[in-house]
């Protein structure tokens, strides 16, 4: 065991990775509250970086690698909707009554 890298438990984990997606979250909802910042993270969630299927080499069947980085294209496109929905709540709350 590398003592720079303690084993965890999966609890442990879980509990890190959900510290990470809330703390990124908040960051990208403070982003989005800037017009520019919004259209940069907007931006963010409509890129991939996916091969599509027409893009790969005909003879090659996609791995396991491109199955990841699907799900890495994902998780951001979640976290920016998160970040993006969190902000326009703000916004609602904070605008002035009619």
Excluded at 8 to 17: A, K, M, T
Excluded at 44 to 73: I, Y
């Amino acid at each position: 065991m590398n003592p720079a890298f303690p084993e965890q438990s999966p609890e442990q984990i879980d509990g890190r990775l959900n510290a990470y997606r809330r703390l990124l979250i908040c960051l990208m909802t403070y982003v989005a509250r800037d017009p520019e910042g919004r259209d940069m993270l907007q931006a963010m969630a409509r890129d991939t970086e996916v091969v599509a299927d027409h893009e790969e080499d005909p003879g090659v069947m996609p791995d396991e690698g491109f199955a990841g980085q699907n799900h890495a294209d994902a998780e951001i496109r979640v976290l920016i909707a998160a970040a993006l929905t969190r902000a326009e709540a703000l916004a609602a709350t904070r605008a002035p009554a009619p």
